[in-house]
């Protein structure tokens, strides 16, 4: 549990592959199943990984040296490599994202690629924007994606 809701975390041999925030918690494991039926969830009381898991979500400015387990294309592995390049408390639009990894009109791939993100939090897609300025998109809600951004110390 964080201050944001219910969280899932789930872990592969490789690292974490699932981080998720929500309302319900049966629904975030059910998600987790669906996605990866092989991943243990990460859950037991004081586990470290679970600890740092949190932590991340309570102060996503701070570095993690979490061990990730990200699996997708080519070009979300690319979208995944370039959020976590964008500095806590500065956000970037969806097409200064498209712009840097490949064609610049590709920005709805970007969003399709940060809603594909299967590690929210760890992998810092709720610092994409819309062009102007307004939230965009956030799969685990927008109050989220606005609590996120301003303990990043970014008020939009």
Request: hydrophobic fraction near 45%.
């Amino acid at each position: 549990m964080t201050s944001l809701g219910p969280c899932i975390a789930g872990a592969s041999p490789r690292g974490l592959c699932w981080l998720a925030l929500g309302d319900d918690a049966e629904a975030l494991r059910a998600a987790l199943r669906r996605r990866w039926p092989a991943a243990a969830e990460v859950g037991a009381p004081g586990g470290q990984l679970l600890h740092k898991a949190l932590a991340a979500v309570e102060d996503p400015a701070a570095p993690h040296d979490l061990p990730l387990d990200l699996r997708g294309t080519t070009f979300q592995q690319q979208v995944w490599a370039e959020l976590r390049r964008i500095p806590a408390g500065s956000v970037i639009a969806y097409a200064e994202l498209a712009r840097r990894v490949g064609p610049p009109r590709a920005y709805r791939a970007v969003a399709q690629a940060c809603g594909a993100n299967p590690v929210g939090v760890l992998v810092p897609c709720h610092r994409v924007v819309a062009s102007d300025g307004s939230l965009g998109g956030f799969g685990f809600g927008l109050s989220r994606k606005v609590a996120l951004l301003a303990r990043e110390g970014v008020l939009l």
